[in-house]
Every structure is written in structure tokens, then in C-alpha cells.
């Protein structure tokens, strides 16, 4: 037997029940696809998100108010409001004494509240920020300025917009230097920023700001902070910096040693940490899913076999009885299911990176910073598994095949 | 030379328990170049000796040696390698492979063949052109007459030029003038020396062959030589 006979057999006997053997790649198609989907687009998902956080910044330091484990989410983070993270901690943590690396601090209060313009009137989340929040955040002002020092505690009613904002409450013409009502009082809008992108949860463009203490005592009536964010000068000084965070709140809110701190410090690294675990078991559990469609489709190949075989039972017998031997018979079989899968598993490859480009194109229209990936793993797990799924489901209608009796089989009927 | 020596032969059935004896104490030997009938009506035994001689199947008694080689002690794959290399079968449906061509059906012998045949085109075009269905070579199995199928067929049991050709009731789908033809060309190969086993329950049928083995209710009843023979003419007529 020359080596391209079996697969010269198998081919003819494939191509002749056309309509069997196309479901049957199809299924196999669909998985292989579903796998290179799935973890492609898991691969891209869990970069956007890793990718915002990263824009943040690696050298941010959150400071929030309320315990926490230290694995868990902050109290804050869920739902709890904490009043003890004064305005005062704020100003200690600006000093250079308690904690050297911190090169700029804001202290974060938010809210929503209806804004309106001679044109438009609409309902807005806001941010009460201290000046140094562009630094810490690495924003750049597009138009007029970002408040003065002084303007964080002189409860100016000054308002800076995100730039969609900007544009939908003064489309004609520049906003800086027009009048707006904020919670019916008015404030002037001094500066316009410049566009951030969508994030994965929430758009900072169409957020406004307005001065800490503004916030505070004229929107919100309180007085403590909700966050606050610092930078560091180097990523190698996080830990300290941490360290020096808790030491000096531990000691403003004179807390015992065996007492624990009604504040949680977390880094953006440690963050990125706990996101990557978080979307890596999502990405897995994903994978797992998208895998069952393979097991399906590996048994339609069994099924498909099955079938073959007891439609090809003459041939068995006949081949039989012109000299195959049962690892002849065995080798067909295998060769036709391993065919089925070689073809599903490429075409399958083929139309998962398809899609998982359109769901990138479609994903980049909505205005994500999306990037089209497609993880080498997968297309090996995709073609891998499918192939073996292919033997092993064609193994037991193979071993039947070959243990046909040759004469009972010629006889079939 | 002594291709097929048969000694007290027999088998038992067993389904379940319930035996059933198809086969008992067939003794004979057949030479190289012979034609013989083995004859009988159904039940009689004669397939279930055809499976044994075509290594079909297993005697449960008696020796049963094939070129001098005791087959009763083969394995399986010895049986399946003895089947590609010393015997070519005929069956009364054919049992050619449907949407496959013609060709490719004769060739399937050597498909098995433990060596790699080289020349395969050459002895698949030799062998249609015994049984003169070269023109046919390209064609679908399923786009032939019954005829030309059973031709395909005694071309497909001759390529791998086997000692003995096994024909099991070779014209019993066939009309009486195409079952004529392919017992010509039968003979024909008979006559340029091939040994040829024909089990048939027609006594037309049989006596173109040079023997008659009869058989009823498992046993051989008579084993003689054919004094009428028939012979069939390429017109598909029989001349006496």
C-alpha cells in the first residue's frame, strides 16, 4: 500500500456523502471558530481594560476611606460611605515631611448634578478635584486653564468641562468664559479639557469639575473626601510611599496598633494585579465554554462515523475480503475523521480570525481603543484539540468498522 | 500440482447456543488449472465450503491446506495477506464501490498488497482488457449494466493474479444472455490456465465447469467429471 492510498480512500469516501461529511466539518468549524473567538476577543478585552487602568498611571496611589482586606475590594468600592478621610488628611499628605515621594495629590469628591447653558439643560456626573488632578492624572487642558491654588478652599464657583460636555452645552461657539447653572448657581466655565476616550465602564469626556470645597460645601453639603490620588516621583518608591501613607493617617485618626485603619492605600500596580487575576478567570471560563462546542462537534464526527460505517458495511466486507487487514480498515476510518477535523480545524481558524477582525472593527466604531489580537495559543488549542477530539471520536467507529465479518457484511442487505 | 488438499472439513454453528451443522467430513483436492462446481440447493452446505476454501471463515474440524500450507493454523493477517495474494472472489451482487470508478474498483486488490506495486496502471488495464471492458476503465461503477458489473468484477478478482478465482453464484443477478457472457470469459481464463471454483445452485450453470462436486445437507454426495459440458460462444449463445 503506497502511503497516499488510505488518504486517496478516505477523500473518495468523504466527498461521496457530500452533505453528511459538510455538517460534519461544520461542527467542528464552529467550535474551532467559537475557541479563537473567544479567547481572542477575551485577549483584547482584558488589554483595554489593563490598558485604562494603565493610562491612569503605574505610579498612582489611591488613598480611600474604610477598611478592607487585603484581597478584597475597598468598603467604599462597595457601596459604604466612610466619613473619616477629612480635608485636613489631605493637606497632611502634602507635606513633604510625612511623605517625600508624593509629587502631586488631588482629593476626589463626586456627584451629579443638572447643569444647563443658554441652549442646553442636562443632568451631569462632577467631580470635585483639587488643582493638582490634571498632574495626577496627566491631563492636558485644551482650552482656558484648570483652577488656581487658591481656588480649592475660596469655594469659587469656577467649573472646567470634558470636552464632549463642552461641546454639547455650547456647540457654536467656545465655552470658556460662558456663564453656566449648576445646581442652579452660577458658575463661570474657565477651561475646556482636552479629549480622554471612552473608557471600558464610564467616559470621563462628558464628566465636568469643579473645585474641592466647592463641591463639598455648595453641591454636596459635607466635609469629608470620597478618594483621593496621589503621584509618586519613581514606581520604585510605591511601597514606601504606602507605608508612609498609613503611618501618617494611622496617626491622625489615632488608631491603636491592634487597632485596624478605617482607610484602605492600594497602588495601580496592585490594582493591575487583582484586574489581570479577575479577567484571566473570566478569560478561562470563557475558553471552557467555547471548548464545549469542540466536545459537541467531536461527537458529530463519532456520530457521522458511526453512521458511515454501518452504511459501508459491503465495503468493509469487500476490502476485507480482498486482502485489508483490520489496521487497514482501522488506518481509513482514522484518516477520514482526522481529515474532517484537519479541515474544520482550518477552516474554523480561518473564519474565527474573521470574526474576531469584524468584532474588532465594530468594537473601534463605538470609539474603543481596541486592539485586534488574536493569541497564537488559541489557534494551536483550536487546531490541536479539534484533531485530537478527531482521533479520539474516530477510534471506537473505526475499531467497529474493522471487526465487520467479512462474510456477514457482503451479505448485508 | 495440488492447490487445494481438503480433509473431513466441517462446520458448526453455534448461535446461542443452538448448533447448527452446515459442514461435515468434506474430503477432496483440487488441482492447479481445474474448474470446478460445487453444486447443491440452499442449505446444502456449498457457501459456507466456499468461505472456508476463500479463507473466509474458519472449519471447526478437519485440515484444510492451500499450496501446502496447513491455513487452519493462520492468524487473521496471514488470512487477510493469503486472500490478497492467492485468491480473487466474484459475487453474485457484484460488490463493486458505488461513485467510484471502474478502474478504481479493480484496482483495490492491490491496494493491499503487502508490497508496493509499481505497475498498478498497467495490470489494472491488463486485467480489464481480459474481460474487454477497457473501454469502460473511467466510468462509475454504477453507470455500467449488470453485465459489464460482473466483468468489473472478475476483473477486479483476477489483477493481483491469484491462484484460485472463487465465482459465488456469478450469473444469479444477471439475464440468461449476459450470465452466458461472463461464464465465457470464465472459461476463458480456465482455459489459459486459471483454477476456478464456481458454486452455483444451477445445473446449466455448473456444467460449464470441468467438475461437479454435489452437495446436500452438508456433505459431499458426488465429486465427477463433467461429460456434457457447456460452452458458451461471444454472442452470448450456447454451443454444446
Given at each position: 500500500?503506497r502511503?497516499?492510498d488510505?488518504i486517496?480512500?478516505a477523500?473518495?469516501?468523504?466527498v ?10 461544520l461542527g467542528?468549524v464552529?467550535?474551532?471558530a ?15 481594560v489593563?490598558s485604562?487602568?494603565k ?7 489611591g ?5 478592607s482586606e487585603?484581597e478584597g475590594?475597598?468598603a467604599s ?7 473619616t ?6 493637606k497632611a499628605?502634602r ?16 456627584g ?5 447653558s443658554?441652549?442646553?439643560s442636562e443632568?451631569?456626573?462632577?467631580q470635585?478635584?483639587s488643582?493638582e488632578m490634571?498632574?495626577?492624572e496627566?491631563?492636558q ?5 484648570f483652577?488656581?491654588p487658591e481656588?480649592?478652599s475660596?469655594l469659587s ?27 442652579d ?5 474657565v ?27 455648595l453641591?454636596l ?10 503621584k509618586?516621583?519613581?514606581?520604585a ?10 503611618e501618617?493617617l ?10 485596624e ?22 478569560k478561562?471560563f470563557l ?11 467531536g ?7 458511526l ?9 468493509i466486507?469487500?476490502?476485507k475480503a480482498v ?7 482501522i488506518?481509513?476510518f ?9 479541515l474544520?480545524?482550518?477552516l ?5 480570525i ?7 472593527i ?6 474603543y481603543?481596541w ?13 490541536g484539540v ?5 482521533i479520539?471520536?474516530?477510534?471506537y467507529?473505526?475499531i467497529?468498522a474493522?471487526r465487520?465479518?467479512t462474510?456477514?457484511?457482503?451479505r448485508?442487505? | 500440482?495440488?492447490l ?10 453455534d448461535?446461542e447456543?443452538v ?5 461435515a467430513?468434506?474430503s477432496?483436492s483440487?488441482?492447479k488449472?481445474?474448474f470446478v ?24 474440524g ?21 486472500r490478497?495474494?492467492?485468491?480473487g472472489?466474484?459475487?453474485q451482487?457484484?460488490?463493486?464501490l ?14 493491499y ?8 496502471k ?8 481480459a ?9 462509475y ?20 493474479d491469484?491462484a484460485?478465482?472463487?465465482a459465488d ?13 461472463v461464464m465465457?470469459i470464465?472459461q476463458?481464463l480456465?482455459?489459459?490456465g486459471?483454477t476456478?471454483?464456481l ?8 456444467e460449464h465447469a470441468?467438475?461437479i ?14 461429460a ?8 452470448g449463445e450456447?454451443t454444446?
Amino acid at each position: 500500500m503506497r502511503y497516499s492510498d488510505p488518504i486517496r480512500i478516505a477523500y473518495n469516501s468523504l466527498v461521496a456523502a457530500k452533505l453528511r461529511f459538510f455538517l460534519t466539518v461544520l461542527g467542528i468549524v464552529i467550535g474551532v471558530a467559537a475557541v479563537i473567538m473567544v479567547m481572542g476577543i477575551g485577549a483584547s478585552a482584558q488589554g483595554l481594560v489593563l490598558s485604562q487602568v494603565k493610562k491612569v498611571g503605574s505610579d498612582l496611589i489611591g488613598i480611600l476611606p474604610g477598611a478592607s482586606e487585603e484581597e478584597g475590594a475597598p468598603a467604599s468600592a462597595l457601596g459604604i460611605v466612610t466619613t473619616t478621610f477629612k480635608n485636613d488628611d489631605l493637606k497632611a499628605l502634602r507635606e513633604r515631611r510625612s511623605v517625600p515621594h508624593f509629587t502631586a495629590i488631588s482629593g476626589y469628591v463626586t456627584g451629579s448634578a443638572t447643569i444647563e447653558s443658554a441652549r442646553e439643560s442636562e443632568s451631569v456626573s462632577f467631580q470635585g478635584v483639587s488643582p493638582e488632578m490634571i498632574e495626577v492624572e496627566n491631563i492636558q487642558v485644551a482650552e482656558g486653564r484648570f483652577f488656581f491654588p487658591e481656588e480649592e478652599s475660596n469655594l469659587s464657583r469656577v467649573i472646567v468641562l470634558g470636552s464632549t460636555r463642552a461641546a454639547e452645552l455650547f456647540p457654536d461657539r467656545s465655552a470658556v468664559g460662558e456663564t453656566v447653572r449648576f445646581k442652579d448657581i452660577p458658575f463661570k466655565v474657565v477651561g475646556v479639557l482636552e479629549e480622554r476616550g471612552s473608557t471600558a465602564f464610564s467616559n470621563p469626556d462628558t464628566l465636568v469639575y469643579v473645585p474641592l470645597e466647592t463641591a463639598q460645601k455648595l453641591l454636596l453639603g459635607i466635609d469629608y473626601l470620597n478618594f483621593a490620588r496621589g503621584k509618586v516621583d519613581d514606581v520604585a518608591h510605591i511601597d514606601q510611599t504606602i507605608a508612609d501613607v498609613e503611618e501618617l493617617l494611622r496617626k491622625r485618626h489615632d488608631l491603636e496598633d491592634d487597632e485596624e485603619s478605617d482607610f484602605s492605600v492600594r497602588s495601580t500596580a496592585a490594582a493591575l494585579d487583582v484586574l489581570t487575576s479577575i479577567t484571566d478567570v473570566l478569560k478561562y471560563f470563557l475558553m471552557a465554554i467555547a471548548s464545549l462546542s469542540l466536545l459537541v462537534g467531536g461527537i458529530g464526527i463519532m456520530n457521522s462515523m458511526l453512521i458511515s460505517v454501518s452504511q459501508r458495511i459491503r465495503e468493509i466486507g469487500l476490502r476485507k475480503a480482498v486482502g485489508a487487514r483490520p489496521k487497514h480498515i482501522i488506518r481509513q476510518f482514522l484518516i477520514e475523521s482526522a481529515f474532517i477535523t484537519c479541515l474544520g480545524g482550518i477552516l474554523g481558524i480561518i473564519l474565527g480570525i474573521g470574526l474576531t477582525f469584524v468584532a474588532s472593527i465594530i468594537i473601534k466604531a463605538l470609539g474603543y481603543e481596541w486592539e485586534f489580537l488574536v493569541p497564537l495559543i488559541s489557534l494551536a488549542l483550536g487546531f490541536g484539540v479539534s484533531l485530537v477530539i478527531g482521533i479520539v471520536f474516530g477510534i471506537y467507529p473505526a475499531i467497529k468498522a474493522s471487526r465487520v465479518t467479512t462474510m456477514e457484511a457482503l451479505r448485508y442487505e | 500440482m495440488t492447490l487445494i488438499t481438503a480433509k473431513n472439513l466441517s462446520k458448526i454453528y453455534d448461535n446461542e447456543g443452538v448448533k447448527t451443522q452446515a459442514l461435515a467430513d468434506a474430503s477432496f483436492s483440487i488441482e492447479k488449472g481445474e474448474f470446478v462446481a460445487i453444486m447443491g440447493p440452499s442449505g446444502s452446505g456449498k457457501s459456507t465450503l466456499m468461505q472456508i476454501l476463500g479463507l473466509l471463515d474458519r472449519p471447526t474440524g478437519g485440515t484444510y491446506f492451500l499450496k501446502d500450507k496447513d491455513v487452519s493454523k493462520m492468524t487473521d493477517d496471514e488470512l487477510a495477506q493469503m486472500r490478497n495474494s492467492e485468491i480473487g472472489f466474484v459475487f453474485q451482487a457484484f460488490n463493486l464501490l458505488p461513485r467510484t470508478t471502474v478502474f478504481e474498483n479493480v484496482e483495490l486488490p492491490l491496494l493491499y498488497d503487502e508490497h508496493p506495486i509499481k505497475d498498478t496502471k498497467e495490470r489494472v488495464m491488463e486485467a480489464l482488457r481480459a474481460v474487454n471492458l477497457e473501454h469502460r476503465a473511467f466510468y462509475y461503477s454504477n453507470q455500467l449494466s449488470g453485465g459489464e458489473k460482473q466483468r468489473a468484477a472478475i476483473a477486479r478478482a483476477l489483477v493481483n493474479d491469484p491462484a484460485i478465482i472463487f465465482a459465488d453464484e456469478p450469473t444469479g443477478n444477471l439475464d440468461s444472455k449476459s450470465g452466458l457472457q461472463v461464464m465465457l470469459i470464465l472459461q476463458a481464463l480456465n482455459e489459459s490456465g486459471a483454477t476456478i471454483i464456481l458454486v452455483t445452485h444451477e445445473t446449466d450453470t455448473a456444467e460449464h465447469a470441468k467438475r461437479i462436486i454435489r452437495m446436500l445437507d452438508g456433505r459431499i454426495v458426488s465429486d465427477e467429471l463433467v461429460a456434457n459440458r457447456q460452452f458458451a460462444n461471444s454472442k452470448g449463445e450456447l454451443t454444446k
